[in-house]
């Protein structure tokens, strides 16, 4: 173990305006589902998408398939999804009913693919789930026009709090846009998620879904099943200090990715995180590097260990799972995802993160791979 301190992938930037809020919400007896701080964080998180509409739930997983069953979406529709992605993704449209179609992810921004999207679509698509991955946004409009319009476009947008397409906040582009507030997200309300929209009707029948099902004029009375996937209050006071300071975590993870474009990107020739073409912009939730492909990455990863850095390999492609190889998946000759996939790594990105830290990064990658 070295000397210096230990520079985590990720963690969470829990500040003194969190402290006054989470303290407010106790003190305020409102700890459950209601209260003022929900409300709050709903819009200020409406803002954030650029959305009419936001309803908050416990975690962005749910977010997803709460936002699949109000759709409509079940047993015998296809949706498709990035075959790189994390496995909520997937796992959400499981649990609806349905079946995940995985589609290949673009060389050059790590999104998935309008083209093969395209080639994907069948008369049982009822939906597709763009992944903004590490905070790059998909080309929403390239594949809007790709499935047409009969198919539900919903982002998500678990990982890109901030990033815009044409000038527009990621959230609010698709037909819904979804989000989490892990404690390694952008924001964080420790666990947590929400749905955005601008379709009034889609708001309401989520709102109604994620709390038991219960009509709003008559107690007791649930017409249909539903689930509780409220968010607490304590929770979204803590969500409502970390969007007053998102600006200030989307600047530092800018910074932070700037340093590391320099220090590796351009000081050690190895690819970083995407810059997607016109019309979008991305924010860092993590800065990744992608390793040589003859690289041994998990004795590059021991070695960083060992000098107090945590790196985090990529997620595993869809279709190298268990519960999804036998999915249907649409490729071109060779698979971009399992190749990001094998060859990624994300390193230490969080808000504390200096310029020195990154030479350090650098340095040691630098050894590690003999360059
Ligand atoms: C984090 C994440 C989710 C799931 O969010 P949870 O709040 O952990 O349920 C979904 N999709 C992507 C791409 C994510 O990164």
Redesign the pocket.
């Known amino acids: 173990m070295s000397e210096e301190a230990w520079l985590p992938v990720a963690e969470p930037d829990i500040g003194e305006l969190e402290e006054r809020y989470v303290l407010e919400a106790v003190r305020s007896g409102w700890v459950s589902s209601l209260g003022p701080f929900v409300e709050r964080f709903e819009r200020d998180m409406a803002r954030v998408a650029g959305a009419e509409h936001c309803v908050a739930v416990a ?6 398939h709460v936002t699949l069953v109000a759709m409509g979406v079940g047993r015998g529709d296809e949706v498709l999804v990035p075959d790189l ?2 496995a ?2 997937a796992a959400a449209v499981v649990h609806a009913g349905a079946t995940p179609v995985l589609v290949d992810v673009r060389e050059d921004d790590w999104t998935i693919d309008a083209e093969l999207a395209q080639r994907a679509t069948t008369s049982r698509t009822k939906a597709v789930i763009p ?1 903004h ?1 590490f905070g790059v946004p998909a080309d929403l409009p390239a594949l809007r026009d790709a499935v047409g319009a009969g198919v539900r476009t919903i982002e ?1 947008a ?2 890109a709090h901030g990033a815009t397409i044409d000038g527009r906040r990621v959230g609010g582009v698709a037909d819904a846009g ?1 989000f ?3 404690g390694n ?1 952008l924001v964080t309300t420790g ?3 929400c749905v955005t929209t601008n379709d009034a009707p889609l708001a309401a029948r989520v709102r109604f879904l994620k709390d038991h099902a219960m009509s709003s004029s008559r107690r007791y009375f649930h017409p249909e099943v539903g689930w509780n996937y409220r968010l607490t209050n304590l929770q979204a006071a803590l969500g409502c200090a970390q969007i007053e300071r998102l600006d200030g975590t989307l600047r530092a993870r800018a910074a932070i990715l700037g340093w590391y474009r320099e220090h590796i990107e351009v000081g050690l020739q190895l690819r970083m995180n995407p810059v997607p073409s016109a019309g979008r912009s991305a924010v860092n939730w993590l800065s990744c590097v992608l390793l040589p492909v003859d690289a041994d990455r998990d004795a590059i990863m021991g070695l960083l260990r060992s000098r107090g850095i945590d790196s985090r390999p990529f997620f595993e492609p869809m279709h190298s799972l268990p519960p999804y190889e036998s999915c249907r998946r649409v490729t071109r000759d060779r698979s971009v995802a399992a190749s990001l996939a094998q060859r990624g790594l994300c390193l230490p990105s969080s808000n504390k993160i200096r310029e020195r830290d990154v030479a350090r990064v650098a340095e040691c990658l630098r050894y590690a791979l003999r360059l």
Do not use: Q
């Open positions: 975690n962005g997983t749910v977010a997803l992605t994390f909520a993704t992944v991955l998500d678990a990982e979804c989490s507030f892990y997200k666990e947590g998620g």
